[in-house]
């Protein structure tokens, strides 16, 4: 007596919203969607890795020649001292925001999309390949910053944690973000507009140069609902030991707000906004 099979095309399908299960998962595709963001901006490594080390460098040594000598210890801390660790976090936000939106936003252009919209990768899957890339370069260009910082001012790190933490998420927000403009955008002017217009006024109003403890009324309370904000105090925090916000609060905003654009990317990539026909 023979035993009947159900064929594998007759067999009901089951997917969970995020694929949790390891043996649905494309491993093979997930490393190679992460290689190739990675090999895309080392490609062009002296635009992407050494001129933000290079304007991060000027940045720090305008302010430590011309402003130095005027700027008194910020919370006990040196004037460049307090500066750098700021610099370094500016430099992992828009690093990582710009890889991911200028990848979607030249798959979309070039009509190259169908390469990772085709191959049999979940929407969890592109969602953790896109921010990964962004959140290397990110790490990469912070790595670069900091020690090419080392002969202009001193740096130690007091808390390692909090230097870790902030450090990938930082990276992993604005890759979030970085993915969910690009898919948006149409032309690289909107990209442009989302960087001019969001970030960098919430980079340099989040006490980037400056203790947001200087700040009085209207503005104060802006710098408490910054999310940059908390992620440049933690970062420094890590470095000087010394914080001007609730770091709890911090470590609890930033965590939110990473699960948040995690369904948020999955969801793009699951409707096919703007990606599919």
Known sequence: MSVQTESPLTQPKTETVFRLQLADSNWMGLWTLYKK???????VGFQTIAAPVVSSILFLLIFKLALGSFRPDINGVPFSQFLAPGLVM???LTNSFANTSSSLLMAKIMGSSVDFLMPPLSS???????????VTRGIIVAAATALAMIPFVEISIAHWWAVLFYAFGASYL???????TGVWAEKFDHVAAITNFFIMPLVFLSGTFYSVK???????QFSQ?????????????????????NLMAGVLVISGLCALITVWCFYVFKTGYRLKA
């Open 225 to 245: 609902l910054n999310p940059i904000f908390y992620l440049i105090d933690g970062f420094r925090y890590g470095f000087t030991g010394v914080a001007d916000g």
């Open 124 to 134: 969890l899957e592109l969602t953790v390949g896109f921010i990964a890339g962004g």
């Open 37 to 43: 963001e990675i090999f895309r901006f080392l490609k």
């Open 214 to 220: 200087m700040l009085e009324g209207v503005f104060y």
């Open 174 to 180: 604005m890759s979030g973000i970085g993915i969910l």
């Open 90 to 92: 500016m430099a992992i």
